[in-house]
């Protein structure tokens, strides 16, 4: 899957194919799936769609997802069930993609991040989390937790602290630099990070 913060459907290719692109796995089949299932037009999931469409035939929804790129995907709007190593996740909603068209080459689908990225924490004593690094020329900056992951409120919800953006440009925001000291050398055109420089 390619991981996408900017938009929020996960959507992966789907048999039949009206037009699909060349991906590394085999096209997902739904009629093999027995947790796959249609999302009714009237059921509030769907009409939270930025694009909802409805099959007159099925009654069942309908996605339709255009990327800055050109890029796009159109299907039906399902829910199944998905597996992350060992955990079972049931009902998730997903796009079941049958005319997927651009710059997606390779990957099965789309793992849309831009919302479906708040997690309930509460009871948890410890929690292991993905490392996030930012790549610069010449330099890694590894992230800490509690510079991407932020509680909301006073129950133990934490959001992912990124967003994504139309343009060309990209923020490290302040929560990604606290605790970090930003050294600017101006004369070289360089930029440094120091983890812990800040009390």
């Known amino acids: ?3 996408d913060t900017g938009s929020d459907i996960v959507w992966l290719q789907c048999a039949p194919c009206k037009k699909c692109y060349s991906q590394a796995d085999p ?4 009629r093999k ?14 009409r939270r769609l930025d694009s909802p469409g409805c099959n007159s035939r099925k009654k069942t929804c309908l996605y339709q997802v255009s990327y800055g790129d050109g890029s796009f995907t159109t299907g039906d709007f399902s829910t ?10 049931a009902r998730v909603g997903v796009g079941c993609g049958h005319d997927n068209e651009g710059l997606f080459v390779g990957a ?3 793992l849309g991040l831009g919302r479906d990225t708040c997690f309930d924490l509460s009871g948890k004593t410890e929690v292991k989390v993905p490392t996030v690094v930012l790549h610069f020329r010449g330099a890694d ?3 800490p937790a509690s510079n ?17 953006t139309m343009s060309g440009l990209s923020i490290i925001g302040n929560i990604q630099q606290q605790g970090f000291r930003v050294v600017y050398d101006l004369g070289g055109s360089r930029i440094g990070f120091a983890p812990r420089g800040c009390a």
Do not use: K, N, Q
């Not at 799936?33 to 769907?46: H, M």
């Open 80 to 89: 199944e069930t998905l597996t992350f190593r060992r955990t079972r996740v």
């Open 141 to 143: 900056v590894s992230l």
């Open 27 to 30: 096209v997902f089949d739904p």
């Open 33 to 46: 799936s027995s947790s796959y299932a249609g999302i009714p037009c009237d059921a509030p999931i769907c």
């Open 108 to 110: 099965a689908g789309l």
């Open 148 to 164: 991407y992951l932020i509680p909301v409120d006073t129950s133990g919800t934490f959001c992912f602290a990124f967003a994504g």
């Open 1 to 3: 899957m390619v991981l």
